[in-house]
T-cell receptor, first 115, second 113 residues
Framework: GAGVSQSPRYKVAKRGQDVALRCDPI?????LFWYQQALGQGPEFLTY????????KSGLPSDRFFAERPEGSVSTLKIQRTQQEDSAVYLC?????????????FGPGTRLTVT | GNSVTQMEGPVTLSEEAFLTINCTYT??????LFWYVQYPGEGLQLLLK?????DKGSNKGFEATYRKETTSFHLEKGSVQVSDSAVYFC????????????FGKGTTLSVSS
């Protein structure tokens, strides 16, 4: 079956531009996560949805970052007025249920470069 | 707070050598523990997991045992292959915050023939 997909795979933005990153989770997965992975580091949690409800956004680094999942399926991560420090790979993951024993399936990521 | 510490890399081995990548964790309650692998040019994929103390996760010849007494989840493989060259991430999922994964920094493994 289809895995988690993300688009675009690569995005170059000029400093100050707004960007929108899309995630299509595995069908039927309740939980959806966004992570940020800086070069040479492990992924770091940004935000989490259970269906359409955003239950935790404690990892979002600033109020320039905004995420939504309006129908409990596709999710969009938006970054306003991009800065160079936003350059990273943004990973989306989905999980069947909201419990720690369930595996998270990762998408290929969107590599954002801010120039 | 919850955290994961894994050994620094890179780890360079010859084919058929024994592999150990150390991972220790700090967490409240009873987390689940995972090893994820990222092959060159590919996304993160689950290698193995353990959800309670003394569980052993295994896959593709890799093993790791959930040791609560030493708060460890070391990854081992008896005989590595060139195709095992990748970045390995240890991670935990706690009973809080929507079960978001907390990752270590990753260990790069390079296997030569």
């Amino acid at each position: 079956g289809a895995g988690v997909s993300q688009s675009p795979r690569y995005k170059v933005a000029k400093r100050g531009q707004d960007v929108a990153l899309r995630c299509d989770p595995i069908s039927g997965h309740v939980s959806l996560f966004w992570y940020q992975q800086a070069l040479g580091q492990g992924p770091e949690f940004l935000t989490y949805f259970q269906n359409e409800a955003q239950l935790d956004k404690s990892g979002l680094p600033s109020d320039r970052f905004f995420a939504e999942r309006p129908e409990g399926s596709v999710s969009t991560l938006k970054i306003q007025r991009t800065q160079q420090e936003d350059s990273a790979v943004y990973l989306c993951a989905s999980s069947l249920r909201d419990f720690r024993i369930y595996e998270q399936y990762f998408g290929p990521g969107t590599r954002l470069t801010v120039t | 707070g919850n955290s994961v510490t894994q050994m620094e890399g890179p780890v360079t081995l010859s084919e058929e050598a024994f592999l150990t990548i150390n991972c220790t964790y700090t967490a409240t309650g009873y987390p689940s523990l995972f090893w994820y692998v990222q092959y060159p040019g590919e996304g993160l994929q689950l290698l193995l997991k353990a959800t309670k103390a003394d569980d052993k996760g295994s896959n593709k010849g890799f093993e790791a045992t959930y040791r609560k007494e030493t708060t460890s989840f070391h990854l081992e493989k008896g005989s590595v292959q060139v195709s095992d060259s990748a970045v390995y991430f240890c991670a935990l999922s706690a009973d809080q915050a929507g079960t978001a994964l907390i990752f270590g920094k990753g260990t790069t493994l390079s296997v030569s023939s």
